[in-house]
């Protein structure tokens, strides 16, 4: 068997992300990979909204996250920063980070940058401030 590729271990972790939302009744769309031709090759690349794999939504509150296996926040950091315009200030901007122990929610504030708002470990959140999800 072939071990997976970093690709498809970043679409699974994106299933993940979704599934454990709706568990706490968010409606989420997953942002599909998009395939193109290039040389007589079909390539698949990513599809991103406003930097963004997954857009979950609650009652009036509304999520834009990005799902990574990679912690380069300064990068992710720059190319929210390109669209954060047209995000409005109540909703929320958040990376979504595995590592092989759990997973690290951070949310972005304009003026602060990202913070830590809570930690998945074995599907339970455990909040390191004063909100949740």
């Given at each position: 068997?072939?071990?997976?590729?970093?690709?498809?271990?970043g679409q699974e972790?994106?299933?993940?992300?979704?599934?454990?939302?709706?568990k706490?009744?968010?409606?989420?769309?997953?942002m599909?990979?998009?395939?193109?031709?290039?040389?007589?090759?079909y390539v698949?690349?990513?599809?991103?909204?406003?930097?963004?794999?997954?857009?979950?939504?609650?009652?009036?509150q509304?999520?834009w996250?990005?799902a990574?296996?990679?912690?380069?926040?300064?990068?992710?950091?720059k190319?929210?920063?390109?669209?954060?315009?047209?995000?409005?200030?109540e909703?929320?901007?958040q990376l979504?980070?595995?590592?092989k122990?759990?997973?690290?929610?951070?949310?972005?504030?304009?003026?602060?940058?990202?913070?830590?708002?809570?930690?998945?470990?074995?599907?339970?959140?455990?909040?390191?401030?004063?909100?949740?999800?």
């Amino acid at each position: 068997m072939t071990a997976k590729t970093n690709r498809q271990k970043g679409q699974e972790f994106q299933r993940w992300v979704k599934t454990y939302l709706e568990k706490l009744d968010y409606v989420v769309f997953n942002m599909p990979l998009t395939g193109r031709m290039t040389k007589g090759f079909y390539v698949s690349q990513k599809n991103d909204i406003f930097g963004c794999d997954l857009v979950a939504r609650k009652k009036n509150q509304t999520l834009w996250i990005q799902a990574t296996l990679h912690s380069n926040i300064k990068e992710r950091e720059k190319e929210f920063r390109k669209y954060f315009e047209f995000i409005n200030p109540e909703e929320h901007v958040q990376l979504w980070i595995k590592t092989k122990k759990e997973i690290n929610i951070k949310e972005l504030d304009l003026g602060q940058g990202f913070f830590d708002l809570g930690k998945i470990i074995r599907g339970k959140f455990y909040s390191l401030g004063a909100k949740g999800i």
